[in-house]
């Protein structure tokens, strides 16, 4: 470990100071300069010496710069999870993944270990970095994901008509595709509908519906002639070349069979031809561990097999599902999609409020509300942390029975 820098001063000092004895006149400096956060006095000293709304070794100053905010090697290595609030706040790597506690995304999908610090509307609208990662605001995934930011969402008519970018996408107001419908923007985007020959041949979804040029009622079924004639002259993707090329002959962002055009087409060779691929849509295929249709998604992973109309197939990917409060809080990737637990939005936006209340612990229902939750003396949502311990108790702004500091506020 090296010298402190005051330390080195000091005995420099002194030696200088003995040498032209003059001792008495050395000034030795015991305490941090307000102003930096960057050596192993001001990192303990429990102050936020840079006024940057971080102290010690939440600061990424004293992580870099100082030598008590590092990672901590055992002798002994250790292999465990590293996924509790224990083995997130160790400075040790405890997964052996290169990355140690706040540094690792496991700990981060903890907000009780206060890793990230922009998570309110407060601090998600203050013009701050506050958690110091390199993204202010509604630009920081904290607020874009904060279960109870407000701020950050552009689709009301009051973030639609405030002059703010406020889910940090880089569309304002009426020019984001987020406020279509709001009364604020009337019914268009960026001032534009689609019902002229211009905007009906422009590759743009002027009105943000979802839906570009001929691809829009508003264009099809236009009572403009003209309109009318642009869009039935048209590349179309309804012969068996078209329905076979690989192409997205129509522009309509559907390619061959994906095409309800060919797929529904009333062309027996194309019908055929589409019958003919490979699909996942039989028990075999949704059991087998392979992408047979090549979209990407593999078995219970893909629409066809966990939405599919045989009751065996979808029996099956229920079972193996992450869709229970149990497998919601059993710290395992049950439906091995990559995702464990609140992480998996199967669990966090389950159509079921029982099973969405194993990812919050206030979350009330039609026997309890949300105060009466948060002060019940339970785990409710298994994570080890109760009523106002709990982080999402402590800023849930329905919740009034947990009063003095906030969690990472303390």
């Not at 743009?204 to 002259?233: K, R």
Request: glycine residues 10%.
């Amino acid at each position: 470990m090296s010298t402190r820098p005051s330390t080195r001063w000091a005995a420099a000092c002194l030696l200088g100071g003995f040498a032209a004895g003059l001792s008495s006149a050395c000034y030795v400096v015991t305490t941090p300069v307000y102003g930096w956060e960057q050596d192993d006095i001001s990192c303990t000293d429990y102050i936020d010496n840079d006024a940057d709304g971080l102290v010690d070794c939440a600061d990424p100053d004293c992580l870099i710069l100082s030598n008590l905010c590092g990672e901590d090697v055992p002798e002994i290595p250790v292999d465990e999870t590293e996924d509790n609030l224990a083995a997130c706040t160790d400075k040790i790597d405890n997964d052996n993944d290169g990355q140690f506690d706040c540094g690792d995304r496991e700990c981060r999908d903890i907000p009780e270990t206060c890793c990230l610090r922009e998570f309110d509307d407060a601090s998600c609208s203050d013009g701050i970095d506050n958690d110091g990662n390199g993204f202010a605001d509604c630009a920081d995934f904290g607020c874009r994901g904060g279960m109870f930011v407000t701020v950050c969402s552009e689709d009301s008519n009051t973030t639609c008509d405030d002059g703010e970018d406020n889910d940090g996408d880089g569309d304002v107001d009426c020019d984001d595709s987020g406020c279509v419908g709001t009364n604020a923007c009337a019914g268009q985007v960026g001032g534009e509908m689609e019902n002229t020959l211009e905007a009906c041949s422009d590759g743009v979804d002027n009105d943000g519906n979802g839906f570009t040029d001929c691809a829009d009622f508003s264009c099809s079924m236009s009572e403009d002639p003209e309109i009318l004639e642009y869009c039935a002259n048209l590349p179309s993707e309804d012969t068996l070349e078209t329905c076979s090329n690989g192409v997205d002959d129509d522009g309509n962002g559907f390619t061959d069979c994906d095409d309800f055009s060919c797929s529904q087409s009333e062309d027996q060779a194309i019908l055929d031809y589409c019958a003919s691929l490979p699909d996942e849509t039989s028990f075999e295929e949704c059991t087998d561990g392979v992408d047979n249709d090549g979209n990407g998604f593999t078995d219970c992973n893909d629409f066809s097999c966990s939405q599919s109309d045989d009751q065996e197939i979808f029996d099956y990917c229920f079972e193996i599902g992450e869709n229970t409060f149990e497998k919601c809080s059993d710290h395992l990737d049950n439906d091995g999609n990559g995702f464990v637990d609140c992480a998996d939005f199967s669990c966090s936006q389950a159509d079921d409020i029982a099973v969405r209340q194993a990812c919050q612990e206030s979350l009330g229902d039609a026997e309890a509300t949300d105060d009466e939750r948060c002060s019940d003396g339970l785990d409710n949502d298994a994570d080890g942390f109760v009523d106002c311990d709990d982080w999402d108790c402590s800023y849930n702004p329905n919740v009034t029975v947990c009063d003095g500091p906030k969690l990472c506020e303390i």
